[in-house]
């Protein structure tokens, strides 16, 4: 059974950095992906970056570009999204998403295609 573990979330002044960290295990295959998700209150659930376990293939959204950087290790199953001069914009509660389409893909953030989701870690910027 796929399981996905965010952690690392917190409170941030604008400016400010956080990293989060997806634990992945279950698997049967190396080629899924991981996509991270954001969801700030009362706003629909929107898609922030992917990487693919295989070739390490990135993908960011551009209100994101620029600021936050994805990479894994693949040695402990764990994606990073390092997040940089954050914004108090960037508040939401930050998921993780594992799929196997490519990181390029055109239907790469429609989150209602998603099978596999962690619990979500709450990331607040103050302003």
């Known amino acids: 059974e796929?399981?996905?573990?965010?952690?690392?979330?917190?409170?941030?002044?604008?400016?400010?950095?956080?990293?989060?960290?997806?634990?992945?295990?279950?698997?049967?295959?190396?080629?899924y992906v991981i996509v991270w998700f954001r969801q700030?209150?009362?706003?629909?659930?929107?898609?922030?970056?992917?990487?693919?376990?295989?070739?390490g293939t990135t993908a960011y959204a551009a209100s994101v570009k620029g600021r936050f950087t994805i990479s894994s290790d693949n040695a402990k199953n764990t994606v990073y999204l390092q997040m940089n001069t954050l914004k108090p914009e960037d508040t939401a509660v930050?998921?993780?998403?594992?799929?196997?389409?490519?990181?390029?893909?055109?239907?790469l953030y429609r989150r209602d295609e998603y099978a596999y989701w962690g619990q979500g870690t709450q990331v607040t910027v103050s302003s």
């Open 94 to 107: 930050y998921h993780c998403a594992s799929d196997y389409r490519p990181c390029g893909s055109s239907t």
């Open 40 to 55: 700030a209150p009362g706003k629909e659930r929107e898609g922030v970056s992917c990487i693919s376990r295989s070739d």
């Open 2 to 31: 796929v399981q996905l573990v965010e952690s690392g979330g917190g409170l941030v002044q604008a400016g400010g950095s956080l990293r989060l960290s997806c634990a992945a295990s279950g698997f049967t295959f190396d080629d």
